[in-house]
């Protein structure tokens, strides 16, 4: 069963604008990471946030961490259409020993309008 | 690397055959997952394999479904008899176990009907 939830659902923005997305889940994590989904292909994996990291850039992209209120948030910014798929989160336990599969969210379907 | 490679990208079969979705692993990496996406039900994980050993299969539906590694750069995944509800696009994704943090490289997908 999906652990994470990312809000919002759906998103439609202009080129040039900043999208966000957010994502929340339930049990103490070793990492969290996001995901790129273009419409049929593969997830691509974008970054990687470790539990004891509050954030991190990568390019255009700024992710946020909160091991409080376990959620996180992903910050695209100056937006494309090239942009447009899906985002999801995904993340790795703690103390998960031996299994150290990824929990995934729902996802969220971001349109970037040119 | 040429990635992961899943074989075949698409499959249209009647219900009731046998199905047989096929995976290359990037070399070196030693986890692989097999994941169920569909609008319905989003991404869900089958099974994950360390070292070629099912760690995890509590996602695989019911015996209808079966997974194998007989070794490190090859992977199955069957249903039989097939039924039009298994109908979705399967990926296959795999990564380096370590210690820290796996990251997961995704195949493009086999898109699976079942009529």
């Known amino acids: 069963s999906q652990q994470g939830e990312e809000d919002p659902q759906a998103l439609s923005i202009q080129e040039g604008e900043n999208a966000t997305m957010n994502c929340s889940y339930k049990?103490?994590?070793?990492?969290l990471q996001w995901y790129r989904q273009n419409s049929g292909r593969g997830l691509v994996h974008l970054i990687l946030?470790?539990?004891n990291e509050r954030e991190k850039h990568s390019g255009r992209l700024r992710v946020t961490l909160d091991t409080s209120k376990k959620s996180s948030s992903l910050l695209i910014t100056a937006s494309r259409a090239a942009d447009t798929a899906s985002y999801f989160c995904?993340?790795?336990?703690?103390?998960?020993?031996?299994?150290?599969?990824?929990?995934w969210g729902l996802g969220t379907s971001l349109a970037v309008n040119p | 690397d040429a990635g992961v490679i899943q074989s075949p990208r698409h499959e249209v079969t009647e219900m009731g055959q046998e199905v047989t979705l096929r995976c290359k692993p990037i070399?070196?990496?030693?986890?692989l997952f097999w994941y169920r996406q569909t609008m319905m039900r989003g991404l869900e994980l089958l099974i994950y394999?360390?070292?070629?050993?099912?760690?995890?299969d509590s996602g695989m539906p019911e015996d209808r479904f079966s997974a194998k590694m007989p070794n490190a750069s090859f992977s199955t995944l069957k249903i039989q008899p097939s039924e039009p509800r298994d109908s979705a696009v399967y990926f296959c994704?795999?990564?380096?176990?370590?210690?820290?943090?796996?990251?997961?490289?995704f195949g493009q997908g086999t898109r699976l009907t079942v009529v």
């Open positions: 946030i470790r539990s």
């Open positions: 049990t103490s994590i070793n990492n």
């Open positions: 994704a795999s990564s380096k176990y370590l210690q820290g943090p796996s990251v997961a490289f």
């Open positions: 070399s070196g990496h030693n986890s």
């Open positions: 394999f360390n070292n070629n050993v099912p760690i995890d």
């Open positions: 995904a993340t790795v336990r703690a103390n998960a020993g031996n299994n150290r599969k990824l929990i």
